[in-house]
């Protein structure tokens, strides 16, 4: 028979397929977009039968380029590379599909079916999916299999000629893209990681031992901390938590640090050391295969429509450069990471046309030092002051009240203002960069008038909040339609390059991981120069740009640092 699709799904013990094992496949056919799955084949991986008929289908699916559909190919075809050594491509994926379809919803599988396709809910127990019990799973896996078909017909069928564009010219591209990089990973070196560990739990067992000789409590327990910190020790209650109980909240200790109490200031140091040796160091040895580790991206969950990355999450790594520094080019080989330099100011003045952004911008000027001259009466700023300008800088660019910019400057940068500073600068700041407030009502506006906002790109968010007769969740969906088209289309433009750098480098360079506005691997270091100058051409002007008719009124300006990461 004619086949022209085939719907694949497997399942799986867990989630890593370095370390857990595939327990059944299931491959559905159909001869056409209008017709049913013909027939609904079976694999099961623990036995060697039943996968030679499994490797046998495949060398079927590629001799006669079948279309291969998945939801979440990435994660299928590497389990399957990983085990089998078979490489089967992702034509379609109905995850990608749906994001293209609609950013704002839930793109699971059973979500998907219920709210598209009007499916029962077939969802079994999370200990019978990684069985291998038949009767349990084979039933199970073969609604998925069918339901990854029928999404696939109603995205066919409903998707938009721009939200097709989206889906083949941007997203799948990128999807596949993060397939290799996945693959690829970063360089870890074990033998330093060892001595980094144990620097920061001899510094957590210090920590704690100084906390125990003040008082013998559970430093972890957040009700015999607040008992000891506003009962024993009298300091001021500054916050409460939903319940009613006093806050021991990090932002909490952090004024009673800055008021001179020095308990919570060893607490967060201690609290500090503890998640970098539980979230990073203690875990990542665990993480790799072979000296690497190999994230998950994520291109589909967060609804500005930028990327996430977990399993380990690289975007939340301590900037510390002996933390960083593990990261490395394998021996032979040089790592980089290439950086967008100031992406969302650079986006924000694009949007708002602002004529002294642009004017900054396409002068190749600074617009932190700029901004920083407001405070300087116009004398060229200090590095501190360019650094207290940073928070200025990002604080108020999509709007921020002087209030919270004040704890923002102090939490993210720590950047010390008062109220009346925060005040006054930010009134400087919006009379020097005029376009901004206009701006942010236009968007406001646009947003109440389509319900939502679209990036440059066209990806639209639904922002039904905007509606609300709520002030705060009105003001919310506000804040959301100025920020979401900056950040939306700052991910936009990187999953774009980094794309084209994969396509253009394979075999030369070896991408292994983005982080917000970065793109970091590794090449042979007699390549480094030719991989440095192709990356600087593509950042700067992504393939994106060009298939979607966008002409950027600011340059992309990259940074790239050699060497390991963070210690450039």
């Not at 938590?241 to 109490?261: E, I």
């Not at 911008?361 to 116009?378: C, K, S, V």
């Not at 005040?423 to 376009?435: G, N, P, Q, V, W």
């Amino acid at each position: 028979m004619d086949y022209k699709y085939a719907t694949i799904d497997i399942e799986t013990t867990g989630l890593e397929r370095y370390k857990d094992e595939i327990t059944w496949i299931g491959i559905g056919l159909a001869k056409d977009l209008d017709s049913d799955l013909d027939k609904i084949y079976i694999y099961e991986a623990a036995d060697p039968k039943s996968m030679r008929k499994f490797h046998k289908r495949c060398d079927w699916l590629r001799k006669n380029k079948i279309s291969c559909i998945w939801q979440n190919g990435k994660f299928d075809t590497l389990f399957i590379e990983h085990h089998e050594g078979i490489k089967l491509p992702i034509s379609e994926d109905v995850m990608l599909m749906a994001t293209a379809y609609d950013l704002s919803a839930e793109h699971g599988l059973k979500k998907m079916a219920k709210t598209y396709l009007g499916a029962p809910d077939w969802d079994i127990k999370k200990k019978d999916k990684t069985s291998r019990h038949r009767g349990t799973v084979v039933p199970y896996l073969k609604c998925d299999v069918r339901y990854t078909w029928q999404l696939f017909q109603f995205f066919s069928y409903n998707m938009t000629a721009q939200q097709r564009k989206l889906y083949t010219k941007l997203l799948r591209p990128a999807y596949r893209t993060y397939r290799d990089i996945e693959r690829n990973g970063l360089f870890l070196d074990l033998k330093a990681l060892e001595e980094v560990k144990k620097k920061y739990a001899d510094e957590e067992a210090r920590l704690l031992a100084e906390l125990k000789k003040r008082h013998d409590i559970n430093w972890n327990s957040s009700a015999q901390v607040a008992k000891v910190l506003f009962e024993v020790e009298g300091m001021p209650v500054i916050a409460k938590t939903g319940k009613g109980a006093p806050s021991t909240a990090a932002d909490v200790l952090g004024k009673l640090a800055r008021q001179g109490y020095e308990i919570p200031k060893m607490l967060l140091e201690y609290k500090d050391a503890a998640t970098r040796n539980k979230m990073f160091l203690n875990r990542w040895a665990d993480d790799c295969y072979e000296s690497r580790i190999h994230p998950n991206f994520n291109l589909t969950n967060v609804v500005s429509g930028r990327t996430s990355c977990n399993s380990p999450n690289l975007q939340q790594v301590p900037r510390t450069k002996d933390i960083r520094g593990l990261f490395k080019g394998a021996p032979g080989m040089i790592l980089f990471e290439a950086d967008y330099s100031q992406l969302e100011l650079r986006i924000a003045a694009h949007y708002a046309n602002d004529k002294t952004m642009l004017r900054i911008y396409n002068e190749n000027g600074d617009i932190h030092t700029e901004t920083a001259r407001l405070f300087t009466n116009g004398r060229e700023p200090t590095k501190e002051e360019r650094n207290k300008a940073k928070a200025v800088n990002f604080g108020f660019l999509y709007g921020m009240q002087a209030k919270k910019f004040v704890e923002y400057a102090l939490n993210s940068y720590g950047q010390t203002f008062t109220l009346q500073e925060a005040t006054h600068i930010r009134e400087l700041f919006f009379a020097k960069y005029s376009r901004l407030l206009p701006w942010h009502k236009e968007q406001e506006m646009l947003c109440e008038m389509q319900g939502g906002i679209s990036n440059m790109f066209g990806r639209f968010r639904k922002l039904p909040d905007i509606h609300s007769s709520n002030k705060w969740e009105r003001a919310g969906a506000a804040r959301r339609a100025i920020n979401t088209p900056v950040q939306g289309s700052g991910s936009d433009l990187l999953i774009s390059a980094v794309t084209q750098i994969n396509k253009e480098l394979k075999g030369i360079a070896w991408v292994g991981a983005t982080v917000h506005d970065s793109i970091i691997g590794e090449c042979r270091i007699e390549d480094k120069d030719m991989v440095d100058a192709t990356i600087r051409r593509i950042m700067a002007h992504p393939p994106v740009l060009d298939e979607f008719g966008v002409i950027l009124k600011v340059p992309l300006d990259v940074d790239i640092g050699w060497g390991p990461w963070g210690t450039h």
